[in-house]
């Protein structure tokens, strides 16, 4: 038996053995019903930045919740869609999970949601993904970003415009969606370059982009990967504006990045920078809450955008249990489906990066309260200023 087996069966022992002493513990009434919360994150890997942060999130969400204990099972996937699928398998077939959040990349999500359709179990990712009828996720659609950023070149006299993006399904859903909102604004796409996730130097396409001379960069990444581009355009002494979307807002982003980030203007959640949002905000003491718990158990300063769509997850999650378990018992396909209904119909739920009001055929349910521009300051996020 490999270690990573026999660790796992150790661990499914000790479960067991919990829910036993659980059930003797509960011999003077019925047994509290238990939801099993299938996660699955990119906790090493390329998106490893990503899916650290989620997988420390989880020890922060409720055990309890509406009479029902929740159990949670994690899985790495580490960023591969192959191993993403394995997982989900696992934990419909081994554990029953009743819901799954995760994954924490475009392509794993998209690769566990077929999966997640097929057993009719519930996804909340933690990456924006296409969607079918028992997937949702927490982060901001890019195309709600994407607006913020083109009105932002707009504005600063922008009309030529360069993209260097993934060589993916997020690159290329994030193309199509750059050409249609910046030819609306007047602004023309004249470059498309890509590189994978796991390269190490994007030199050869930085210099096609420079050689047609655009007015502005979108570097179209997530995580650290995400730096790469700044680097070598900062190398090359690139004078033009450089943008980027909200799966670059995080800490070891501006790490890596370090002072070549300065100036770079970039799409993000409120969290962000929720010491600089006002009282009346809708999300600042959700923000602050979360912040609060992630802090104390991981250190100051160490909550970030990434954690806080998972905290969202959990926040989702916990409003639509009431309902869900009104209905039917977890562990059942009764359950599955009524708990993705009651997730449809979850309205003015406040997050820590954002307003939800879900429906049928909207399973983010994020508006612009959920969008702030930023850029880079002394290797901070900080409001972009008009």
């Known amino acids: 038996m490999h270690k990573r087996e026999a660790t796992r069966g150790i661990a499914r022992a000790i479960a067991l053995g919990s829910l036993i002493l659980t059930g003797f513990a509960q011999t003077a009434g019925a047994a ?33 919740v509406a009479g029902a204990q929740l159990r949670y099972v994690i899985l790495d996937d580490g960023g591969d869609p192959g191993v993403a699928v394995k997982a989900m398998r696992e934990l419909s077939e081994q554990d029953h999970a009743d819901i799954l959040i995760g994954s924490t990349s475009v392509p794993t999500c998209v690769a566990v949601a077929t999966v997640a359709l097929e057993t009719q179990t519930p996804e909340i990712g933690i990456a924006p993904f296409p969607t079918n009828a028992y997937t949702f996720f927490t982060p901001q659609p890019p195309e709600l970003m994407l607006a913020g950023l083109i009105a932002d070149m707009k504005a600063k006299g922008v009309t030529t415009l360069a993209y260097l993006g993934f060589s993916d399904s997020l690159g290329d859903h994030n193309y199509q969606a750059t050409v ?32 047609r001379h655009p007015d502005a960069v979108f570097v179209s990444a997530a995580g650290t990967p995400a730096a790469l581009p700044q680097l070598e355009l900062a190398r090359r002494d690139y004078r033009g504006h450089v943008y980027f979307l909200h799966g670059a807002i995080n800490a070891e982003f501006l790490r890596v990045g370090g002072n070549a980030l300065n100036g770079i203007t970039a799409s993000a959640g409120p969290f962000a920078i929720v010491d600089h949002l006002t009282d009346d905000n809708p999300v600042r003491s959700q923000a602050l ?7 104390a158990k991981y250190g100051p300063g160490s909550a970030g955008t990434f954690a806080a769509y998972a905290w969202d997850a959990g ?7 009431p309902t869900a378990l009104a209905k039917a018992s977890p562990g059942t396909v009764a359950f599955r489906v009524a708990l993705r209904d009651a997730l449809e119909q979850l309205h003015d739920v406040v997050g820590a990066d954002g307003v939800y009001n879900m429906s049928a055929s909207n399973h983010n349910g994020l508006d612009a309260r ?9 290797g901070a996020f900080v409001p972009l200023q008009p």
Not at 37 to 43: H, M, N, Q, S, T
Not at 46 to 54: A, E, L, R
Not at 289 to 295: H, K, T, V
Not at 315 to 321: D, H, I, P, S
């Open 370 to 378: 959920a969008r702030v521009l930023v850029t880079v300051r002394a």
């Open 180 to 211: 249609k909102l910046a030819s609306a604004a007047g602004i023309r796409v004249i470059a498309d370059e890509r590189y994978d996730r796991t390269d190490t130097t994007v030199t050869a396409q930085v210099l096609k982009i420079m050689s």
């Open 32 to 64: 509290v019903p238990t939801v099993t919360v299938g996660v699955i994150v990119g906790a090493t890997g390329p998106v490893s930045s990503i899916g650290i942060p989620v997988k420390n999130t989880i020890a922060l969400l409720p055990r309890m």
């Open 289 to 295: 809450r979360f912040r609060e718990a992630y802090d």
């Open 315 to 321: 926040v989702l999650l916990a409003a639509a249990l």
